[in-house]
């Protein structure tokens, strides 16, 4: 009994040995361990939960053609979403996840997204993720805290040393994971943090955005627009805060609605060319002698915006992420299907690793 238990162990060392060195990958590369967080830019899935697919008919308001746990997979690192009121028939009140209105696009509860967001960091321990809610209907710090209380993140969230001073330095991806806070969040806007809730961070304290409504590439710009505190370039950049770049565009329907734009998204999201997300890095990491923090595109797996987001990152063998295509998700004639492609192959050598380190 005692040598077989021994031969089983030792049939176990060349995986342990394979393991070990895929879990030197912070964020899909070693290269990124011993990055600060803020010297690292995240590729972020815009109105993650939104999507245009079977699951919504596909919705015109959806932004994302893959839902948030294949977002991760494929190497998403920044997922945001909308945070409404909604009220039931039986007049309870929950925080949904809602396009614009719970009418237009319902993807849920808060809680229930976080859960999913928490079991694949469960499954993907290397991993630090960010979280970035948009708080729509003013939900006050002990609302949302108990949602991360009960989908079980919280366990992972980390906690900045100041709710009101940006830090001078932030911590390395690989302190975040061998603390166990591998949980970024960002709320726009939290009027009063809570020391209860101490994780949930206000988006505007620490981060600074360029514009977001925009309808047309000529639109796109490096100055900051949020928050309207900062007017020039050079206040955003000397205040500290991390560069959020959005990188998306609206179409402008009938009656004057905006929907996200799939007929140039393949444009929006190339690494060259005009206005691309390649060329706006560029631009923006020339204007402020530093890469962005996060870039924030709609239907990520076109162009696809990881590309931009490893070169940003001088990232050139990521591991650990399933490859997802990069085609235009469509409703076909007969009814329903996703686009043809190669999708979901997964980098077979990485996740054999990754499934007996499990
Ligand atoms: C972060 O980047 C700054 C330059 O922008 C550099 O001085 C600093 O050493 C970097 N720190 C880490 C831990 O990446
Ligand atoms: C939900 O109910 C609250 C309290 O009654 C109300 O203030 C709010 O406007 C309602 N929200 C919606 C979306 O109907
Ligand atoms: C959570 O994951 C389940 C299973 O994959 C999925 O059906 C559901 O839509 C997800 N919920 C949200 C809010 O993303
Ligand atoms: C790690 O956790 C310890 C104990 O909570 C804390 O003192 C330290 O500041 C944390 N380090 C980072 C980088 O967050
Ligand atoms: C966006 O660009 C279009 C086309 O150049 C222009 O008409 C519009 O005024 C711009 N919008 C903003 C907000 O700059
Ligand atoms: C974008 O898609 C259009 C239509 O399919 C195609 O003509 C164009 O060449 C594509 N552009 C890029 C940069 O891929
Ligand atoms: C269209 O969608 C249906 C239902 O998902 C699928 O069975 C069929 O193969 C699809 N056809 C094409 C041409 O993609």
């Known amino acids: 009994m005692f040598s077989r238990t021994l031969l089983q162990a030792a049939s176990l060392l060349p995986f342990l040995y394979y393991t070990v060195s895929a879990q030197t990958a912070c964020n899909n590369s070693p290269s990124l361990c011993s990055k600060a967080y803020n010297n690292v830019t995240l590729l972020g899935a815009h109105d993650s939960p939104f999507l245009r697919d079977e699951s919504t008919s596909f919705s015109t308001s959806g932004n994302q053609f893959y839902d948030s746990t294949e977002q991760l997979d494929a190497g998403v690192r920044l997922l945001s979403a909308q945070v409404h009121q909604f009220n039931d028939s039986n007049g309870n009140t929950a925080w949904h996840l809602c396009h614009s209105s719970c009418d237009l696009?319902?993807?849920?509860?808060?809680?229930?997204?976080?859960?999913?967001?928490?079991?694949?960091?469960?499954?993907?321990?290397n991993e630090v993720v960010t979280v970035l809610?948009?708080?729509?209907d003013d939900a006050p710090a002990s609302e949302l805290g108990a949602q991360f209380k009960s989908s079980g993140i919280e366990k992972y969230a980390y906690t900045p040393p100041s709710a009101s001073t940006i830090p001078t330095t932030w911590p390395t991806l690989q302190s975040l994971i061998s603390n166990g806070t591998r949980l970024v969040t960002f709320v726009a806007s939290l009027s009063t943090p809570s020391s209860d809730y101490p994780y949930l961070m206000d988006e505007f304290t620490f981060i600074f955005e360029n514009n977001f409504e925009n309808t047309s590439p000529s639109n796109f710009s490096c100055d900051p627009n949020r928050p309207t505190s900062l007017?020039?370039?050079?206040?955003?950049?000397?205040?500290?805060?991390?560069?959020?770049?959005?990188?998306?565009l609206y179409s402008t329907q009938l009656f004057g609605?905006?929907?996200?734009?799939?007929?140039?998204?393949?444009?929006?999201?190339?690494?060259?060319?005009t206005a691309s997300l390649g060329t706006r890095i560029s631009a923006c990491s020339a204007v402020y002698a530093k890469a962005p923090w996060a870039v924030l595109v709609d239907f990520f797996n076109v162009g696809p915006a990881i590309a931009s987001v490893d070169a940003a990152n001088g990232v050139t063998s990521a591991t650990g992420r399933k490859s997802v295509s990069t085609e235009q998700v469509e409703e076909n004639d007969s009814g329903v299907s996703r686009a043809q492609g190669n999708m979901l192959a997964v980098v077979v050598a990485v996740m054999v690793a990754v499934a007996f380190g499990m």
């Open 105 to 125: 696009l319902d993807a849920g509860t808060l809680s229930s997204w976080l859960a999913n967001i928490s079991s694949w960091m469960d499954s993907n321990p």
């Open 133 to 136: 809610l948009v708080n729509s």
């Open 231 to 248: 007017t020039t370039t050079s206040a955003a950049a000397s205040s500290g805060r991390m560069f959020l770049m959005n990188h998306f």
């Open 257 to 273: 609605i905006e929907t996200p734009d799939t007929n140039s998204i393949n444009v929006t999201n190339a690494q060259t060319g």
